[in-house]
């Protein structure tokens, strides 16, 4: 494999931060990877980056450089790699905070034939980043730009920085006689999301600007390192309906979902923990007709978006759209099935297991009924119950107990967090 660091003039990717700079913290964690190649751009007047990683010799990698003979922007160092680059690569900027399985991402981007795969996860910050329209192929389809109104409900999905890319796109490079400034957000992967050719690569490891001062603290701590999906990860599972949003008659419409008022208090403990925060809710409305699944995906959006706006995000949601008792009208036949995923069984947890490599018995599934109770015991997870959410919690497994009985998720997440 093969990396391209991009180094901007501004950036002070060479001064310590927890002990070491910046800059070697991103090669350990690429060679990590297995990243044998690692190629460094940096411009005129930069010559402590060399002074910092040498030839790679000390931290088991080739490293080799490119000086920029004037501003050529995000884009522009581009025409340079072209000359050196043959295979697809890895690309980031060296002002990141992370620690991350890079061979996932370009196993990712290689599976997808894709021309650029963007490291893409919710962010805290909704309001002030660009976010990614992506379908249900991870194609990302348009990019909802910060600084334009957003009309429509969007999923909190946002660009990290870190990219993986096709050796296609250096070929329009080729035939250039000298560099360009060229920014790659606007002038690159806009263009090649609009060509269908890009992708995203939904993750939850640890990406943040090394200008927030919890970015500088969270590395010190080791909790930038243990978020790397090559370790194992503990997660705080939760029901939708009565845990994040109030309960009530089914919503069908994203003008139905309120928010309850200490779910975005709560998850922004969670985001700023070790512990994932997941989603894991049954929508049996979908199998019964009373909502397709694309408004199921705008009522998630809203979800998120309400979230975004109060600095507090999921990591993840997953929903069971099947309801197994046939003969309603209206009734969409092909979800009405027995499935492996509607709770209490567990396939949603299991996908989720796999997805971000978590330890389920390191977890807690936090709920409002015994059936999510008996969902997070049949897991193996610690199980919570909240008492401000269904009125009759008990109408199906009420012999399941929980480990912890609680008012709201606040308190929850409180216990849960000192005693972990």
Same mark, same amino acid.
Request: overall charge negative; proline content about 4%.
């Given at each position: ?49 060399? #002074? ?10 080739? *490293? ?17 790699? #072209?000359?050196? *680059? ?27 034939h894709a021309i650029i795969t ?221 499935c492996d995923c509607r709770k ?59 480990d912890l009985i609680c008012e ?13």
């Amino acid at each position: 494999m093969i990396a391209l660091i991009q180094v901007r003039s501004e950036t002070s990717s060479t001064e310590l931060i927890a002990g070491k700079p910046l800059l070697i913290w991103q090669v350990e964690s690429l060679v990590a990877s297995g990243v044998a190649k690692i190629i460094v751009a940096f411009p005129r007047g930069r010559e402590d980056v060399k #002074a910092c990683l040498g030839d790679g010799s000390a931290f088991h990698t080739s *490293i080799s450089y490119i000086e920029e003979s004037r501003p050529v922007g995000t884009g522009g160092v581009m025409y340079y790699a #072209a000359k050196f *680059i043959k295979e697809d690569f890895l690309y980031l900027y060296d002002d990141l905070v992370l620690d991350i399985d890079f061979e996932r991402l370009l196993k990712f981007h290689k599976k997808h034939h894709a021309i650029i795969t963007a490291y893409a996860s919710p962010v805290s910050n909704a309001l002030e980043e660009d976010m990614l329209v992506v379908d249900s192929l991870d194609r990302v389809i348009n990019v909802l730009e910060k600084s334009s109104p957003r009309e429509i409900f969007y999923e909190n999905l946002a660009c990290k920085g870190v990219y993986a890319i096709s050796r296609y796109l250096l070929d329009t490079f080729d035939g250039l006689t000298a560099p360009m400034k060229i920014d790659f957000e606007q002038e690159l992967f806009l263009p090649t999301a609009i060509a269908e050719g890009a992708y995203a690569y939904r993750g939850a490891e640890y990406i943040q600007n090394v200008a927030k001062e919890k970015a500088k603290e969270d590395l010190a701590s080791g909790l930038v390192a243990s978020r790397n999906v090559r370790r194992k990860q503990k997660a705080i599972f939760l029901d939708r309906d009565g845990v994040l949003n109030v309960f009530g008659d089914y919503v069908v419409h994203p003008d139905m979902l309120k928010l309850k008022e200490d779910a975005a208090s709560a998850l922004r403990r969670i985001n700023e923990s070790g512990y994932l925060a997941i989603c894991i809710t049954n929508q049996p409305i979908v199998a019964r007709g009373k909502v397709s699944e694309s408004v199921l995906h705008e009522i998630h959006w809203k979800l998120q978006d309400t979230l975004g706006e109060q600095g507090a995000y999921l990591d993840d949601l997953f929903y069971c759209p099947h309801f197994p008792e046939k003969g309603e009208e209206g009734e969409v036949a092909e979800l009405k099935i027995d499935c492996d995923c509607r709770k209490p069984k567990i396939g949603m947890l299991l996908a989720a297991a796999k997805k971000y490599n978590i330890d389920l018995s390191s977890s807690w599934f936090v709920g409002d009924t015994c059936q999510d109770v008996q969902t997070g015991i049949n897991a193996n997870c610690r199980t919570v119950m909240l008492t401000s959410g269904d009125p009759n919690p008990a109408k199906k497994y009420p012999d399941a107990k929980a480990d912890l009985i609680c008012e709201g998720l606040e308190e929850a997440v409180e216990y849960i967090l000192s005693n972990s």
